[in-house]
């Protein structure tokens, strides 16, 4: 399923003024913990992979959001390294077949990096959606060979501007 901008739903959501990018995610039996719900370290994973099919340029016969405009590999000379990470979880997910709808949005386009924010609800099928976690990444654009930060060019900014929103606000911060 192609990942498809829309208005960001109401109600627990703090983000109301800015366009998100809804990536399907379908979870995996090795996601789950003991406890039979997602690990905290995997949800780290899910949102991984929320940010390859979202930036990632799609390959023959792939489909992919206006935002996938990297190429990827070490090849194309451009990082996307993890500079920062918070996540707050809300509740248990547990396993289910139907992929889990991740809604993403910018906060952020700084020089050489963007903060990325994620809320991850339970399957866009129709009825009443859970919200289990909230996340902030902050990305930074790193040259391959020198390792350092390179700025955010034109087309990268002209397809993530359309996706800039309110960074979200944690309940439980302290």
Known sequence: MLPSPTAPR????????????H????LRW???DAFNHVNNTSMLKLLEE??????????????APDTAVLDSGISAGLLTLIAR????Y???????RNP????????????????????????????????????TSVVVMVDAH????????DEQRRAWNPYLGEPITYAHRR
């Open 100 to 135: 889990l709808d991740v809604q993403m949005w910018f906060s952020k386009l700084g020089g050489s990096s963007m903060e990325i924010c994620y809320e991850v609800y339970s399957p866009a099928d129709g009825g009443e959606q859970t919200l289990y976690a909230r996340a």
């Open 50 to 63: 929320v940010r390859v099919r979202a930036f990632w340029r799609p390959g023959p016969g792939e489909d």
């Open 85 to 88: 990470q918070e996540i707050e």
């Open 146 to 153: 020198t390792g350092k930060p390179v700025r955010l060019d």
């Open 30 to 32: 090795g996601d789950l």
């Open 10 to 21: 109401t109600g627990s959501s703090r983000v109301t003024d800015s366009v998100r990018l």
């Open 90 to 96: 809300l509740a248990p997910v547990p396993y289910q």
């Open 23 to 26: 990536v399907p995610i379908h």
